[in-house]
């Protein structure tokens, strides 16, 4: 069980529209999904709303499972906060699930006018804006958001849970016809890397990146390595891609996120440290390879095994720890080629089988 019995059950034949609130950020709102497929099973005919930051919103748009996603602003205004409210009475949620609780979402929850709100115990006066607190007893990330669910007295999945975003046939088509351009020929073994993150605890040293695409290169002649770069990662990717042969080895740089997360669903593999484009993989559908540093994967790669994807963990003597800089990056440097390889050598025979 992922919590103990609610102290106040809610009948979930009684709910017609649901709300799910997650500001921010990518890994996570792709973390909250398997938590808004468990709310939408225990409500057959219900309708769901999506409330999250707007350079997020294109990764739900297209998804029908919602029927509206509503997208603010970072720093929403005091007028953009009104608008959004209004938006959300007019959908008029039955249920709202705020997955982040920070002061925002807080009054978000309670100012929709939804008679049940689930949110999180231990919060200050935030917690008073919630009928329902969740209780996780889980170390995934993915039951933690599981546990707002149980909280109302739904059932809800156990064992491990990959999440899934809807990616559309026209999306993955623009996609298709994108990499065509950058000389990507059609039926080529695709094979994505990303070697950015936000934090140095969490980068894979660019070098070791390039000599992993090698080894793809060596024992696959069909295969093409994709190699993604976000915002500000630009020097991270030409690292490595220097020296690649450039008809076998591309850089995806400044796609909108849709086509992104639609590239990664044309991946055999893909190949990520510990940030947000390692769970749109995995959502996307893609074996995904998780390069995890400091952060344990049993909390924040919870895949299972059975769906293709593999993490890659060191637990060195400091781990886990909850550090974005450090000076010590054993973490990072226990994690080898050779080991790495050793994982993604084995996805992509997988994926040749399949």
Not at 155 to 169: E, F, H, M, N, T
Request: hydrophobic fraction near 45%; charge should be positive.
């Amino acid at each position: 069980m992922t919590e103990a019995k609610p102290v106040k059950p809610v009948r979930s034949s009684e709910v017609r529209r649901i709300l799910f609130v997650r500001p921010r950020f990518l890994g996570d709102v792709c973390l909250t999904l398997p938590a808004v497929d468990a709310a939408m099973a225990a409500c057959p005919g219900a309708e769901a709303a999506y409330v999250t930051e707007a350079g997020l919103a294109p990764l739900l748009r297209d998804d029908p499972r919602f029927r509206d996603v509503f997208s603010v602003p970072a720093k929403p205004s005091v007028s953009e906060t009104l608008a959004l409210i209004g938006k959300l009475r007019a959908f008029a949620p039955d249920v709202v699930f705020d997955f982040f609780c920070n002061p925002r979402s807080a009054v978000w929850t309670r100012a929709s006018g939804a008679r049940v709100r689930v949110g999180y115990p231990n919060k200050g006066w935030r917690s008073a804006m919630y009928t329902h607190h969740a209780r996780p007893r889980v170390l995934s990330s993915v039951g933690f958001h599981l546990a707002s669910v149980a909280a109302l007295g739904w059932p809800v999945p156990s064992g491990a849970i990959s999440p899934r975003l809807i990616v559309s046939d026209a999306v993955r088509s623009e996609a298709r016809a994108a990499l065509r351009d950058l000389g990507v020929r059609d039926g080529a073994l695709l094979v994505g890397m990303h070697p950015g993150a936000r934090w140095p605890t969490r980068r894979w040293s660019p070098e070791r990146f390039r000599e992993l695409a090698q080894r793809v290169l060596r024992e696959h002649m069909d295969a093409a390595v994709l190699v993604s770069a976000g915002p500000g990662e630009l020097d991270m990717a030409r690292a490595v891609i220097a020296d690649l042969p450039a008809e076998r080895v591309k850089l995806i740089e400044g796609w909108p996120l849709a086509r992104f997360v639609a590239m990664q669903s044309l991946c055999k593999a893909f190949v990520c440290g510990d940030t947000g484009p390692v769970h749109t993989a995995v959502a996307a559908g893609a074996p995904t390879l998780g390069l995890m540093s400091r952060n344990r994967p049993a909390m924040f790669f919870p895949y299972p095994e059975s769906d293709g994807h593999r993490a890659y963990w060191s637990h060195v003597e400091c781990s886990p720890c909850d550090r974005d800089t450090c000076s010590d990056l054993r973490c990072l440097e226990r994690l080898t080629v050779d080991g790495a390889w050793a994982m993604l050598g084995g996805m992509l025979a997988g994926a040749r089988r399949r």
